[in-house]
């Protein structure tokens, strides 16, 4: 089963090279188009944690641009 990408697209960078809108990692960006599906299950889990542990006004700045 293939895993939808995470992408919402708000694609900015923030500190750490971590997309503010997704959460994703340049990195994992670069290779989601041929990632594994559990690779992209892991990739998407991390992201999710990332994402809950943005600042308060960064998800603010994000969810404005929505």
């Given at each position: ?9 708000i ?10 809108g ?36 960064t ?8």
């Open positions: 089963m293939d895993v939808p990408s995470p992408c919402v697209n694609c900015t960078l923030g500190p750490g090279e971590v997309c503010t997704c959460g994703r990692h340049i990195d994992e960006i670069a290779v989601w188009g041929s990632a594994t599906a559990a690779e992209k299950q892991r990739i998407v889990a991390a992201a999710r944690d990332r994402l809950a542990r943005l600042p308060s006004s998800v603010e700045q994000r969810q404005a641009r929505a």
